[in-house]
């Protein structure tokens, strides 16, 4: 069974940074692009950023564009989500998501995703 498993999140100030990252297993990571999404209370499933499966290429939601950075390492089966300048609006829980082949901004194409990890940024 396939697994997402997120990490790395908590409680930071206002203008801090965190590093999420989210392990997969028992799925081929490198013929996956991978997303990270974010839900806050009373708000819907939202975008925030993508990376192709093998070339490295990012798209980001232009409310973290600047701040937040995409990686992967496919020899690790890892995603991380460098968040940088947090603001009190980025809290939410953050989830990891798999879409086989192309990347894309729509959580409704992924395929697998992880149970998510909480932010909260306190102003």
């Known amino acids: 069974q396939v697994q997402l498993v997120e990490s790395g999140g908590g409680l930071v100030q206002a203008g801090g940074s965190l590093r999420l990252s989210c392990t997969v297993s028992?799925?081929?990571?490198?013929?996956?692009?991978m997303g990270w999404f974010r839900q806050a209370p009373g708000k819907e499933r939202e975008f925030v950023a993508t990376?192709?499966?093998?070339?490295?290429?990012?798209d980001y939601a232009d409310s973290v564009k600047g701040r937040f950075t995409i990686s992967r390492d496919n020899a690790k089966n890892t995603v991380y989500l460098q968040m940088y300048s947090l603001k009190p609006e980025d809290t939410a829980v953050y989830y990891c998501?798999?879409?086989?082949?192309?990347?894309?901004?729509?959580?409704?194409?992924?395929?697998?995703w992880g149970p998510g990890t909480q932010v909260t940024v306190s102003s």
């Open positions: 990376i192709s499966r093998s070339d490295g290429t990012t």
């Open positions: 028992r799925l081929t990571f490198g013929t996956y692009a």
């Open positions: 998501a798999a879409k086989w082949g192309l990347r894309d901004p729509l959580a409704r194409k992924y395929d697998y």
